[in-house]
């Protein structure tokens, strides 16, 4: 196998840096480098300039306003706007609800949402993790009740990412209570401004604002925004997911994070040299990169698999749960070699403007953040314990 990239794809890596160095705001680039807090409207400036060039929706076909990309170019697209300190493409529409529309949706749903999802008219959350059915998401609890033309929605929904920022959330729920737990459960298209819908956040442990409650609490949904049939919503949610772990793998996030390590690796010292000279913690750092180009080659397998119309189904688990090993152990080298400095931050430091350097060297000052939010990244998307249950059943029919 051939692990050289072509002159083509070497002339796209080139095109997509040169538009990137021209075209991305650099007030933003300087907030993302700095892992200063991201206002929706950052996210929104960064897609809308994405939209014009028409390079937004990697995931969808050039008919719905895709790029028309193979697996290598968009591994390629992923690489340089991490390299260039772009914020990440907020996945609930393109990346997750597009393809299910586009697959499952009527022609109607595509007309309407398709477009909205590009224009940034409409910002998605996703509904599905609850209180007792995160993982194990096919026990969940909010309920549907057809009405004829339209479903009354009770229940909460628990870890919605940014849907404080949310006009719109798509939603697994419960339409035959008498089935068994995979069936019975429908995909409904809920806008966050119905009456009854009341959003709560939730502080992570890195003390940000980045995930929510949602209730429902007797909220009128039109029979319209059903996706596919009611009571098939499992299939359209596992089509659904498989998209998303394998974008949690975050191969490009990884390698961004491996060449921070190495440069403060050559900032910090042990016994009066480098701690990249520490053979102990040099192998540390070997093992890691090994781990990582694995997982490259495997991710570009999977997501070229994908291209060609196959949905990857057990090999999204294992890049989810090497994929968030992988990061998880990066931050703790990150930790590891900042030492002392990697003490808990001031939630002030994160706000664009913050200027005090009092607390330590300016690389050192996020690595506590970093580490508490990527303790998440094994659970959510489906714990990596769950991951490991579905590659056993796939593989050996456990």
């Not at 057809?146 to 929605?153: A, R, S």
Request: glycine share 8%.
């Amino acid at each position: 196998m051939n692990f050289e990239y072509s002159e083509k794809e070497k002339l796209f890596r080139i095109e997509v840096k040169d538009w990137l160095e021209n075209t991305l705001p650099k007030s933003i680039s300087d907030k993302v480098r700095k892992h200063q807090r991201l206002s929706k409207q950052d996210y929104q400036t960064f897609m809308t300039i994405l939209n014009d060039k028409g390079w937004l929706a990697t995931h969808w076909p050039t008919e719905y306003g895709g790029t028309g990309w193979n697996a290598i170019e968009k591994h390629i697209f992923e690489e340089e706007i991490i390299i260039a300190s772009a914020p990440r493409i907020v996945p609930f529409g393109t990346i997750m609800l597009g393809p299910v529309l586009i697959e499952f949706g009527s022609e109607e749903q595509k007309k309407y949402y398709l477009p909205r999802i590009l224009n940034g008219e409409d910002w998605w959350a996703q509904g599905y993790s609850e209180p007792g059915a995160g993982s194990d998401l096919a026990s969940l609890k909010t309920r549907a009740v057809n009405m004829g033309d339209h479903y009354i929605v009770n229940g909460q929904k628990t870890w919605t990412t940014l849907g404080q920022h949310a006009n719109k959330i798509f939603c697994l729920v419960k339409t035959d209570i008498n089935s068994k737990p995979q069936s019975g459960i429908s995909f409904l298209l809920i806008d966050m401004d119905t009456p009854g819908i009341e959003v709560k956040p939730i502080i992570t442990l890195d003390g940000e604002h980045e995930v929510n409650e949602v209730w429902f609490t007797d909220v009128k949904v039109p029979i319209k925004n059903l996706i596919g049939k009611e009571n098939e919503g499992w299939t359209y949610a596992k089509y659904l997911l498989t998209f998303e772990r394998t974008g949690i793998a975050g191969v490009p996030y990884s390698k961004t994070a491996l060449n921070h390590l190495k440069v403060i690796s050559q900032k910090t010292f042990k016994n009066g040299k480098p701690l990249i000279e520490d053979p102990v913690f040099s192998s540390e750092i070997a093992e890691l990169e090994i781990d990582l180009l694995a997982m490259e080659i495997f991710n570009l397998r999977t997501v070229s698999a994908a291209s060609k119309g196959k949905a990857p189904g057990m090999e999204s688990s294992l890049l989810k749960i090497k994929g968030t090993l992988v990061r998880q152990r990066t931050t703790e080298l990150l930790r590891k070699a900042i030492g002392p400095q990697a003490l808990p931050y001031l939630p002030e430091q994160f706000d664009e403007g913050w200027n005090d350097t009092s607390i330590g060297p300016d690389y050192a000052g996020t690595i506590a953040k970093q580490y508490f939010n990527m303790r998440k990244i094994s659970i959510y998307g489906g714990s990596n314990e769950i991951q490991k249950n579905i590659v056993a059943k796939a593989s050996f029919g456990l």
